[in-house]
Structures are given as C-alpha cells and as structure tokens.
C-alpha cells in the first residue's frame, strides 16, 4: 500500500500510533459535535509540540476532558481547571484548558443557532483556508491559522490531509460528502 511520505518517514517507535491515526481518522468526516470538539482540543494542545506526543496522550485527554462531552466541558470550573492543570496526562498550558472550556461554551451557542457544531462548520464550507481562520479567529480562542488548517484537513473541510498517490486518500475521496479532492 502506498502511503504519504510522511507516514512512510516516520521513526518505527511512532508509526504504529501515526499509521492507525492516518488510516482511519486523518481527513476522514467526523460526525458528532463532541468528536469535532475533541479534534479541535488536540489541535490546539498540540501547538507547540508533535503531533505523536498528542497522538500517545490522547485517552488521558479523553479521561480528563468528559471523552470531549461539550456540555460537560462547558459546566467547567475552577476547581476543573486546577485538576486538569495537575494531571500530567494531558498538556497543562492554562490558556490551552480555558480556550478548551470557552470554545465548548461556543460551541454550545452555535448548536443553538444551526442545530449542531458540524451544522455550523457545513453553513460556511467551502471557503479558502484565509476565510476559514478568519471565522475561527473571530469564533474561537487559541485558534491560529496552523490550529485551523490542520482541524479542518483532518475532519475532512479542506484538502491536504494525505498525497494524493495514497491509498488513504483515495478511501477518502469516496466517502467524503464533503467533496474533498474531487
């Protein structure tokens, strides 16, 4: 099977998380809000460090942010924050937890308005990468033009997310309804 350069790159230690990452979650269409809402946790979390250290902390991300429950995250308090600041599972950057807790309680508005997260993020789509941060910088805190480009790429809005001689890539393009590079 044919595989992106950068899968076929990686370090033997790294693959096995990366190739299950690339196969079956990377540009595919993801369906809940709660599993768009946790992509965009570990897009955030992962600015400033690899994608591979986020890939091994993601269950312990999962544990200690509700398994991404929206309504959950939003009730957050105080006293949530310093847990999540003393769990040494998970990345402990305080504007990264409270940009965590303030976007599920946007997210909660914007299910108000369009029905759903995934609504909201269908409502704008198509638009170029520059148009998309625009919203989410507008939106969203911690949410930079990197943060965007990558959530949207691996949630299946914007192309980029394999070579287009990978096998991945072409599963991709026919199951996105999104039409991603057709």
């Known amino acids: 099977m044919s595989y992106c350069t950068f899968v076929n790159n990686l370090k033997e ?3 096995s998380h990366h190739k299950n990452y690339h196969d079956n979650f990377y540009g595919f269409e993801i369906e809940t809000d709660d599993e768009l809402f ?3 946790i570990l897009e955030i979390n992962q600015a400033g460090l690899s994608w591979n250290t986020i890939l091994l902390k993601e269950q ?5 942010y509700s398994n991404f429950n929206i309504k959950k995250v939003a009730a957050y308090k105080e ?3 310093e847990r999540l600041l003393n769990d040494a599972g998970i990345i402990r950057n305080k ?4 940009a965590a807790i303030h976007n599920a309680n946007i997210i909660l508005d914007l299910q108000k308005q369009y029905g759903s997260f995934k609504k909201w993020i269908e409502h704008h789509h198509p638009k170029t990468k520059e148009e998309w ?3 989410f910088k507008n939106t969203f805190k911690f ?3 990197e943060i965007v480009g990558e959530f949207l790429m691996s949630a299946g809005y914007i192309a980029g997310a394999h070579n287009t001689n990978c096998a991945i890539h072409k599963k991709i393009i026919k199951t996105n309804k999104n039409n991603i590079g057709k």
């Open 133 to 135: 941060v625009k919203i």
């Open 60 to 64: 312990n991300f999962r544990n200690a």
């Open 143 to 145: 949410t930079g033009g």
């Open 95 to 98: 504007l990264k937890i409270n």
């Open 79 to 81: 006293k949530d924050v």
């Open 38 to 40: 946790c992509r965009l």
């Open 13 to 15: 230690d790294e693959q």
